[in-house]
């Protein structure tokens, strides 16, 4: 398989150059109880957003990358699977697979999961998709385990949580689990996750997604993840 330019010049446990110093997204923390619009083709979505809980009720760039490519390359495949999606904030990547009708799980700590509630209802995915609170230091919630597909979009920006987002990942995952992992890169320390996520993860960039140029410039990277056999 022949590996693009940006795979090539991205290694998660390489250089510390060319990295913003950053902990935290940048943010408007005025955003507050705001109702905004984003277009996957054929679908819309409607999200409440608000900075109040945390960066998390804001949709970010790396989760709108993920929703693009589940919608190219997901949109037959995912009706009727178990799909659990990590860190959810607004819930956005876990409403575009309900859209596509898979049983989905969206997942955070209980600060936002009123937010998420008003987005499923605000979508009229009620159905299909449901909000679990899921704090990374507790245990995985046993009707988690296993899913299909696992997601995860902007989690890694917080030092502290990487070995429980490990963990958490690990929990989860089978080797049959598909893991898509979208990640910005922003400072130093992103490569020590990735040191702690090599013990028991491989993981490649995924090589079906004709935007990997465009978003790559923004230094946002979609992995493919695969849980190593014990």
């Known amino acids: 398989m022949e590996r693009s330019a940006l795979a090539d010049a991205f290694d998660p446990e390489g250089s510390d150059t060319d990295v913003e110093n950053d902990v935290f997204p940048a943010q408007n923390p005025t955003t507050k109880l705001q109702v905004q619009e984003l277009s996957f083709p054929p679908h819309t979505v409607k999200l409440w957003i608000d900075a109040s809980p945390g960066c998390g009720g804001i949709a970010w760039p790396a989760g709108e990358v993920l929703s693009r490519y589940l919608i190219s390359t997901r949109s037959h495949t995912l009706r009727g699977k178990r799909v659990v999606e990590l860190g ?7 409403l575009i ?6 049983d989905v799980a969206v997942t955070d700590q209980a600060q936002l999961l009123p937010l998420m509630r008003k987005n499923v209802a605000l979508n009229g995915l009620e159905e299909n998709v ?7 230091a ?3 919630p046993k009707d988690m385990h296993d899913p299909d597909l696992l997601l995860a979009a902007d989690c890694v920006y917080f030092e502290p949580a990487f070995p429980l987002l490990c963990a958490t990942l690990r929990n989860i ?6 893991i898509l992992f979208c990640y910005k890169k922003r400072r130093k320390a992103d ?3 990735f ?3 090599k013990k028991d993860f491989d993981w490649v960039h995924v090589d079906d997604d004709a935007n990997q140029e465009t978003y790559g410039k923004e230094a946002i990277y979609l992995l493919r993840l695969m849980k190593k056999r014990a």
């Open 88 to 94: 959810s904030g607004t819930g956005l990547v876990g």
């Open 173 to 178: 995952a089978t080797q049959r689990t598909e």
């Open 138 to 140: 507790n245990p995985v």
């Open 195 to 197: 040191a702690l996520l």
């Open 130 to 136: 449901r909000v679990t609170e899921l704090d990374w």
């Open 97 to 102: 697979a309900g859209f596509l009708g898979a």
């Open 191 to 193: 490569k020590r996750f």
